[in-house]
């Protein structure tokens, strides 16, 4: 490593902690800071021009933004809805599906600008310090790691006192809440979190409640993916997610607390409010229920959930992902139609599906009423035949019993 390089890239979402590892980098290290904001789709214009206002007065040398939503969706995401994928039932991975998105895009830069260190602001308590460490270890292995919050062990309060003493100007009261906001969704972290039965109170989410009246409205997927919801078609996914991210979030739908195993084996809770993910997710489901055969939908489910564990732990990058991919990608050919759900202040219904591949054709016969498939004496062989092994078993132990 060049000694004279003083260049460190810095993963930068311009909250507390990476607010915090830009004034230490620079000012109690002597490094010349290099931020990069990596935009997941949770951030809007004005807020991206706010983070590179807030970067520049921290007198950095200096500030790059990537938009790297499409790729994110492409990559992740729409994996993540074609396994329903929902950690321990209730996460859909608001953040660990974001971060090895973000770590590649910073490793990348750290390849561009041949910086010496590569840093980021994860403590030493969570899944993200593996996520960004394992990234930087195999694209930068000439960087040296830093993670000033990590290795100085610090508290909330700690960066808030540091960043009060050099003159840092911003919402301290606010920055109680570790805030990640993506495009599928967004972790609140604080105080309530570190403990096991301290729910957040109304000021720690992120998007205050403004709607109350139920709303009807209609999802439209083709081949799994969603492109429009009620009469509106949008040219990409990611943009069909946002319209429904802006109709849901206000009705306070999609908030919970994840309580989780991390990767580096203890428990952790924390909060989210993700109303697209978990409305798609819902209503994906069903439409399957109704598309896919029942061997189908079991094998989703086994390879899902280890897929949404590996990728959670960070492990995004091993090659069984791709091949976990093709396999729920190919699953998704007759995932087409429609799913009605109604929005309702905390929560939502989903209330059917229409599909030329509905599996429930009337043609077949309706359950519990009527079949035009099978006759009454096709059933007694079938169920006669079917149940032969277990009635085997059962009669040749009674009789071992009886001569007992």
């Known amino acids: 490593m060049d000694k004279e390089n003083k260049k460190v890239v810095l993963a930068f979402s311009g909250g507390l ?80 599906a974001e971060r090895i998105v973000q770590a590649i895009a910073v490793a990348k830069y750290v390849q561009e600008t041949g910086a010496a260190y590569v840093a980021h602001g994860s403590t030493g308590a969570g899944n993200d310090q593996v996520r960004f460490d394992m990234v930087f270890q195999n694209m930068t292995p000439q960087a040296e790691i830093l993670t000033p919050i990590r290795d100085l062990k610090l508290s909330r309060e700690q960066e808030i006192s540091f960043l009060k003493e050099h003159g840092v100007n911003m919402n301290f009261e606010k920055a109680q ?39 009807k409205i209609i999802l439209q997927f083709e081949k799994g993916e969603l492109f429009a919801v009620n009469d509106k078609k949008f040219e990409h996914p990611v943009k069909a997610i946002q319209f429904l991210q802006s109709l849901a979030q206000p009705y306070g739908i999609g908030r919970d607390i994840h309580v989780g195993d991390t990767i580096i084996g203890i428990k952790g809770r924390v909060g989210f409010e993700a109303a697209a993910p978990l409305i798609i997710i819902k209503a994906h489901h069903l439409l399957e229920k109704h598309t896919l055969t ?15 564990n590996w990728l959670h732990e960070g492990q995004m990058l091993d090659p069984t992902m791709r091949n976990i991919e093709k396999f729920l990608e190919d699953t998704q050919t007759t995932v087409s139609g429609k799913v009605f759900v109604t929005l309702e202040p ?36 079938f169920a006669k035949i079917f149940g032969n092994q277990s009635m085997i078993f059962h009669k040749i132990n009674e009789q071992s019993n009886t001569a007992k």
């Open 17 to 96: 902690d990476t607010t915090y590892c830009a004034i230490y980098l620079n000012r109690i290290k002597g490094l010349q800071v290099h931020a990069l904001t990596v935009n997941t789709g949770g951030f809007s214009g004005e807020e991206m021009r706010a983070i590179e206002e807030r970067a520049k007065h921290l007198g950095i040398a200096s500030f790059k933004s990537v938009d790297v939503t499409e790729d994110y969706y492409h990559s992740c995401i729409r994996f993540l809805i074609f396994g329903n994928v929902l950690k321990n039932a209730t996460y859909p991975l608001s953040v660990s």
């Open 294 to 308: 029942k061997w189908q939908l079991y094998w989703k489910d086994q390879l899902a959930a280890w897929y949404g």
């Open 346 to 381: 905390y929560r939502f219904i989903v209330t059917g599906v229409e599909s030329p591949h509905d599996l429930m054709s009337s043609r077949f016969g309706s359950y519990g009423e009527m079949n035009s498939g099978w006759t009454g004496d096709d059933v007694k062989g």
């Open 177 to 215: 809440y570790s805030i990640n906001k993506g495009l599928w969704g967004t972790s609140v972290g604080g105080k309530e979190t570190l403990n096991s039965k301290d729910y957040l109170p109304e000021n720690a989410w992120p998007t205050p409640i403004s709607s109350s009246d139920p709303q």
